[in-house]
């Protein structure tokens, strides 16, 4: 194989940039992150751009290609005809440090605001017991890598900057639902979701779910469940102690072997 | 001197990968104020990649495991050239360290009874990796910050500062250890998105760095494997341990070329798969070495007995240790017997339903469909050796991880010891855990025992800052990137998979000439996110290393383990009572030789003098017999 592309890739820094013509060698098996590789080296050795593994692992390497947000080491070149021109942007949610390297800190910032797993107190390490089938639905969350693709892509951030401070996007609410659907987690988050997370601006367009690399069912898994959890407290006061999700957790701890027991 | 962003810690951990966020756990439950620094995005570290699992024998799903047997089983695969205490307290506390995981919110894979499930791993006699999938290392480095996340919470609640106690530095590459009277007193370094300086003054630095994949061509490293924490402590008065030990990996992708080196776990290996030649031939049954002749099966038939029933039946060839499948891989290749790009075949289509791999093997099964084109549930892939870990590293004590430098300490991937001359799959994860602990601990202690901490004066950070700033008035015009392909080839080419001395005197000149067009290498562009700056000085780093493993490698005659010479193919049990310790002389690295510690007699007791014999000399041996009951 071995052709020359047609590149188009945004340089610039915070204070402003534009697109860049590039024409570089593509040979047989690449990925669009080999040719930025190759831009560095031969033609603009001070590019900036974040990748680690290489092997779709890490979530570093994220950007719009053609204007959707993909990771760079999983997009391959056999996807483009030879003749079409390739633009790689920066994600556009977040401010841009140089080239395609974003201020991603909105996420860890995020983050930092989920309350943490609590297990029961009186549980010793060791004595966990839960059965393969209820750790289920949280290890799918937990395949994220943490690309931030889905944050970028959510319109109630991407096109409202303004809701930077009250909503954590997809990321962190499917966060929350892992938590919340985590066997033996003992803390009740809802209020959180709404009042720090800002749930409530999720309109359920799956665009999350669309983007993401480990194919996590964000939105019909994660958001939808934790909003009709939210909706049970709110309009149910029966429920709004020993919540529908609690009374699994409960019922599925008594699943296995005797919950808590000792070995 | 320009403006420098000045820090000051009680301990400042280098590193965020498994080793460097269990370290900083710890110090910070030991009470201390800890810095974490790291070159890329927190979370993101190598760590992030590893597949297979844990290694520790918590005996869910073989009753028969315990300390004892997952410590043979790591001196064994190190070919007892393993730091004993190391592997002792390795395997003791490894089970411990897995079920806090739990603790902190990690969701491993169940057996039927709700137990952490433990999945087989070569050279392990029973199934010890807990694991999540094929994605363990994700699950343990993303439990790993959450715990962190959450000690900041607590924080918070206290102080209304979340970084009260815990702060984090993400990209932020550390250049230079700081001294003061032959104590450890800080790190210095730039942050990589505006280039600008900063120094962290602490009394004790934990150094937790990763490995050195980046100076071969063929690796399952990511960028940040350039050997800086390896040279940091030599240049700091550390010194490093057999780096001579290299493991090459002997499944990584081959195909197509820009994914060459990627890794292809164990657990294929692990849950059924079989390696085969051109001809079809199952290989590895060829290749079983007389110290392991009674532990792995001889005949197919048996060998596909032992997935069902371990206890009746020998483990198959494809699961001995990493060393001897990859030596095999690499004469089959040689022999003419490879596949059209030069690897073997790894099959697991034949053996498992599709909807089996899919569940076992999900990342593989992505991998290869997006990066190749090949759907694995339906042909076999094509893999071959891969530089993967290297089980040299800086010299610690192994109860406190502290280095030779008081102060300094090293845990993970960088620190040397544990393994020996071969890891086995699995007991990095375990390693991570183990002796970050440790290291927090021991750093914590150091700190507590100190009486006045060691100054930081404007003299070292005005050197540290202009030995930094130096690829910017070089002015010749090499390309660091080309120097950076060159050395990784001659690394490959020259002291890889095979060595030979006349090959290792030819690399060790290329070295000297690679020194040379460092200086030559002039950086474009200013200092905000500037790759090319980077990588000029990641390379001083890598000749470095390069240096140690290549000094080493001719040091040692004899073939054991992660080094394997083609004029020395015999184990020694002279060489096996040896260490080569590497230290900076100001040019490059210098080797000398240090005796081992012979091990503790309760341990020695634990194997058969039979099986002692193969490794120890004459003099060394136990007088007891311990009988055949293990
Ligand atoms: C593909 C793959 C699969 C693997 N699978 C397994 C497995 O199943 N089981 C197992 O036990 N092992 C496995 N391993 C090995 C294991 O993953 C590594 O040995 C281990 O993760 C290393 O961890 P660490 O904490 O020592 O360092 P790392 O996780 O590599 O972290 C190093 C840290 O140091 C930082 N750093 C480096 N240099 C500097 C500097 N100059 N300044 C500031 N920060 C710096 C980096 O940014 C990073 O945060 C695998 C390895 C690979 C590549
Ligand atoms: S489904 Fe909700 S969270 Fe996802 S992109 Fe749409 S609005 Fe955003
Ligand atoms: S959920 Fe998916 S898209 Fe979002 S950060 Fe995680 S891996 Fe990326
Ligand atoms: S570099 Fe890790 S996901 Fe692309």
Same mark, same amino acid.
């Given at each position: 194989?071995?052709?020359?592309?047609k590149?188009?890739?945004?340089?610039?820094?915070?204070?402003?940039?534009?697109?860049?013509?590039?024409?570089?060698?593509?040979?047989?098996?690449?990925v669009?992150?080999?040719? &930025?590789?190759?831009?560095q080296?031969t033609?603009?050795?001070?590019?900036?751009?974040?990748?680690?593994?290489?092997?779709?692992?890490?979530?570093?390497?994220?950007?719009?290609?053609?204007?959707?947000?993909?990771?760079m080491?999983?997009?391959?070149?056999?996807?483009?005809?030879?003749?079409?021109?390739?633009?790689?942007?920066?994600?556009?949610?977040?401010?841009?440090?140089?080239?395609?390297? #974003?201020?991603?800190?909105y996420?860890y910032?995020?983050?930092?605001?989920?309350?943490?797993?609590?297990?029961?107190?009186?549980?010793?390490?060791?004595?966990y017991?839960?059965?393969?089938?209820?750790?289920?639905?949280?290890?799918?969350?937990?395949?994220?890598?943490?690309?931030?693709?889905?944050n970028?892509?959510?319109?109630?951030?991407?096109?409202?900057?303004?809701?930077?401070?009250?909503f954590?996007?997809?990321?962190?609410?499917?966060?929350i639902a892992?938590?919340?659907?985590?066997?033996?987690?003992?803390? $009740?988050?809802?209020?959180?979701?709404?009042? $720090?997370?800002?749930?409530g601006?999720?309109?359920?367009?799956?665009?999350?779910?669309e983007?993401?690399?480990?194919?996590?069912?964000?939105?019909?898994?994660?958001?939808?469940?934790?909003?009709e959890? &939210?909706?049970?407290?709110? +309009?149910d006061?029966?429920?709004?102690?020993?919540?529908l999700f609690?009374?699994n957790?409960?019922?599925?701890?008594?699943?296995?072997?005797?919950?808590?027991?000792?070995k | 001197?320009?403006?420098?962003?000045?820090?000051?810690?009680?301990?400042?951990?280098?590193?965020?990968?498994?080793?460097?966020l269990?370290?900083a756990?710890?110090?910070r439950?030991?009470?201390?104020?800890?810095?974490?620094?790291?070159?890329?995005?927190?979370?993101?570290?190598?760590?992030?990649?590893?597949?297979?699992?844990?290694?520790?024998?918590?005996?869910?799903?073989?009753?028969?495991?315990?300390?004892?047997?997952?410590?043979?089983?790591?001196?064994?695969?190190?070919k007892?050239?393993?730091?004993?205490?190391?592997?002792?307290l !390795?395997?003791?506390?490894?089970?411990?360290?897995v079920w806090?995981l739990?603790?902190y919110?990690?969701?491993?894979?169940?057996?039927?009874?709700?137990?952490?499930?433990?999945?087989?791993?070569?050279?392990?006699?029973?199934?010890?990796?807990?694991?999540v999938g094929?994605?363990?290392?994700l699950?343990?480095?993303?439990?790993?910050?959450?715990?962190?996340?959450?000690?900041?919470?607590?924080?918070?609640?206290? #102080?209304? $500062?979340?970084?009260a106690?815990?702060?984090?530095?993400?990209?932020?590459?550390?250049?230079r250890?700081?001294?003061?009277d032959?104590r450890?007193?800080?790190?210095?370094g +730039?942050?990589?998105?505006?280039?600008?300086?900063?120094?962290?003054?602490?009394?004790?630095v934990?150094?937790?760095?990763?490995?050195?994949? /980046?100076?071969?061509?063929?690796?399952?490293?990511?960028?940040?494997?350039?050997? %800086?924490? !390896?040279?940091?402590?030599?240049?700091?008065?550390?010194?490093?341990?057999?780096?001579?030990?290299?493991?090459?990996?002997?499944?990584?992708?081959?195909?197509p070329?820009s994914? /060459?080196?990627? @890794?292809?776990?164990?657990?294929?290996?692990?849950?059924?798969?079989?390696? #085969?030649?051109s001809?079809?031939?199952?290989?590895?049954?060829n290749?079983?070495?007389?110290?392991?002749?009674?532990?792995?099966?001889t005949?197919?038939?048996?060998?596909?007995?032992? +997935?069902?029933?371990?206890?009746?039946?020998?483990?198959?060839?494809?699961?001995?240790?990493?060393?001897?499948?990859?030596r095999?891989?690499?004469?089959?290749?040689?022999?003419?017997?490879?596949t059209? !790009?030069?690897?073997?075949?790894?099959?697991? *289509?034949?053996?498992?339903?599709?909807?089996?791999?899919?569940?076992?093997?999900?990342?593989?099964?992505?991998?290869?469909?997006?990066?190749?084109d090949?759907?694995?549930?339906?042909?076999?892939?094509?893999?071959?050796?891969t530089?993967?870990?290297?089980m040299g590293?800086?010299?610690?004590?192994?109860?406190?991880?502290?280095?030779?430098?008081?102060?300094?300490?090293?845990a993970?991937?960088?620190?040397?010891?544990?393994?020996?001359?071969?890891?086995?799959?699995g007991n990095s994860?375990?390693?991570?855990?183990v002796?970050g602990?440790?290291a927090?601990?021991?750093?914590?202690? +150091?700190?507590?025992?100190?009486?006045?901490?060691?100054?930081?004066?404007?003299?070292?950070?005005?050197?540290?800052?202009?030995?930094?700033?130096?690829?910017?008035?070089?002015?010749?015009d090499?390309?660091?990137?080309?120097?950076?392909?060159?050395?990784?080839?001659?690394?490959?080419?020259?002291?890889?998979?095979?060595?030979t001395? *006349?090959?290792m005197?030819?690399?060790?000149?290329?070295?000297? $000439?690679?020194?040379?067009r460092?200086?030559?290498?002039?950086?474009?562009?200013?200092?905000?996110?500037?790759?090319?700056?980077?990588?000029?000085? %990641?390379?001083?780093?890598?000749? @470095?290393v390069?240096?140690?493993v290549?000094?080493?490698?001719?040091?040692?005659?004899? *073939?054991?383990?992660?080094?394997?010479?083609?004029?020395?193919?015999?184990?020694?049990?002279?060489?096996? /009572?040896?260490?080569?310790?590497?230290?900076y002389?100001?040019?490059?690295?210098?080797?000398? !030789?240090?005796?081992?510690?012979?091990?503790?007699?309760?341990?020695?007791e634990?194997f058969?003098?039979?099986?002692?014999? /193969?490794?120890?000399?004459?003099?060394?041996?136990?007088?007891?017999?311990?009988?055949?009951?293990?």
């Open positions: 194989m071995g052709y020359t592309a590149f188009k890739v945004w340089r610039g820094d915070d204070t402003g940039g534009g697109i860049e013509d590039f024409n570089v060698d593509v040979n047989e098996g690449e669009v992150l080999d040719i &930025i590789h190759r831009l080296a033609q603009a050795p001070d590019l900036a751009v974040r990748w680690n593994c290489k092997a779709g692992k890490c979530g570093s390497c994220s950007a719009e290609v053609n204007g959707k947000p993909r990771l080491c999983m997009t391959r070149m056999s996807t483009f005809t030879e003749d079409e021109t390739i633009t790689i942007t920066p994600m556009r949610t977040f401010p841009v440090i140089r080239d395609l390297v #974003t201020d991603v800190s996420n910032e995020k983050a930092r605001m989920v309350p943490a797993f609590a297990p029961p107190a009186d549980l010793a390490p060791g004595d017991r839960m059965a393969q089938i209820d750790v289920e639905r949280s290890q799918e969350f937990r395949k994220c890598i943490e690309c931030f693709m889905c970028n892509v959510c319109h109630a951030v991407r096109d409202h900057e303004e809701n930077k401070t009250t954590s996007g997809p990321r962190f609410l499917m966060r892992e938590l919340d659907m985590h066997p033996l987690d003992t803390v $009740d988050r809802r209020e959180v979701a709404v009042e $720090d997370h800002g749930v601006y999720c309109n359920i367009t799956k665009c999350c779910t983007v993401c690399p480990e194919h996590i069912k964000i939105t019909d898994n994660a958001i939808i469940p934790l909003k959890r &939210i909706a049970d407290k709110k +309009y006061p029966i429920f709004s102690i020993a919540s609690k009374r957790k409960q019922g599925r701890q008594a699943a296995p072997d005797t919950p808590h027991a000792t | 001197m320009s403006e420098i962003e000045r820090h000051s810690f009680d301990v400042v951990v280098i590193g965020a990968g498994g080793a460097g269990r370290a756990i710890e110090a439950m030991q009470g201390k104020r800890v810095a974490i620094v790291c070159k890329s995005l927190f979370g993101k570290a190598h760590t992030v990649m590893a597949e297979g699992g844990i290694a520790a024998a918590m005996g869910n799903v073989n009753s028969h495991d315990n300390w004892q047997v997952h410590f043979r089983d790591t001196m064994r695969g190190g007892f050239l393993n730091s004993w205490r190391m592997a002792e !390795h395997a003791k506390e490894a089970p411990t360290r806090e739990e603790t919110g990690a969701l491993f894979d169940r057996t039927p009874d709700g137990k952490i499930s433990q999945r087989n791993f070569g050279g392990h006699e029973y199934p010890r990796l807990a694991h094929d994605r363990s290392g699950e343990l480095i993303r439990t790993l910050q959450q715990k962190i996340v959450s000690l900041q919470q607590e924080d918070y609640r206290e #102080t209304g $500062d979340y970084e106690k815990i702060q984090i530095f993400a990209e932020v590459t550390i250049t250890l700081l001294t003061t032959g450890a007193a800080g790190a210095f +730039y942050f990589r998105e505006t280039g600008n300086f900063v120094s962290f003054e602490a009394p004790a934990i150094l937790a760095t990763g490995g050195i994949g /980046k100076t071969f061509k063929v690796t399952s490293g990511s960028w940040e494997y350039t050997g %800086d924490g !390896h040279a940091l402590a030599m240049r700091a008065g550390a010194t490093t341990l057999n780096m001579e030990f290299i493991q090459f990996h002997p499944t990584g992708m081959v195909w070329p994914v /060459k080196g990627i @890794l292809v776990t164990e657990s294929v290996r692990g849950d059924g798969g079989v390696l #085969t030649n001809e079809g031939t199952r290989f590895m049954f290749y079983i070495p007389d110290v392991f002749k009674d532990k792995y099966a005949t197919p038939e048996e060998a596909d007995r032992w +997935y069902t029933d371990p206890d009746n039946n020998r483990r198959p060839p494809e699961l001995l240790p990493r060393d001897e499948v990859a095999a891989i690499n004469t089959e290749v040689k022999a003419g017997r490879g059209p !790009h030069g690897g073997v075949y790894l099959d697991v *289509s034949s053996r498992l339903p599709a909807d089996v791999i899919k569940k076992k093997l999900p990342s593989m099964w992505h991998q290869f469909k997006e990066l190749a090949v759907d694995i549930t339906k042909e076999a892939m094509e893999v071959g050796p530089c993967h870990y290297v590293g800086v010299e610690v004590d192994p109860d406190s991880q502290e280095t030779l430098l008081p102060g300094l300490f090293a993970g991937e960088v620190s040397g010891g544990l393994h020996g001359s071969n890891r086995l799959g994860l375990s390693d991570l855990l002796f602990r440790r927090g601990l021991g750093a914590a202690e +150091y700190v507590e025992a100190l009486p006045t901490r060691p100054a930081v004066t404007d003299a070292m950070l005005t050197e540290a800052e202009a030995e930094a700033l130096a690829p910017f008035s070089n002015v010749g090499e390309n660091p990137y080309t120097i950076h392909a060159d050395l990784q080839n001659t690394m490959n080419d020259l002291v890889g998979i095979i060595r001395e *006349s090959e005197v030819d690399a060790l000149a290329r070295l000297q $000439d690679f020194k040379v460092v200086k030559n290498s002039g950086v474009k562009g200013g200092r905000a996110f500037n790759p090319g700056w980077h990588l000029a000085l %990641d390379l001083k780093n890598m000749l @470095l390069a240096e140690a290549a000094k080493a490698s001719l040091d040692r005659q004899e *073939s054991r383990g992660g080094h394997t010479r083609d004029d020395y193919p015999k184990m020694s049990d002279e060489w096996r /009572k040896l260490n080569i310790v590497c230290r002389d100001g040019e490059g690295a210098v080797i000398e !030789h240090q005796p081992m510690q012979p091990m503790r007699p309760d341990l020695l634990l058969d003098v039979e099986e002692l014999k /193969k490794y120890l000399t004459a003099e060394e041996l136990p007088t007891h017999d311990a009988g055949s009951d293990h």
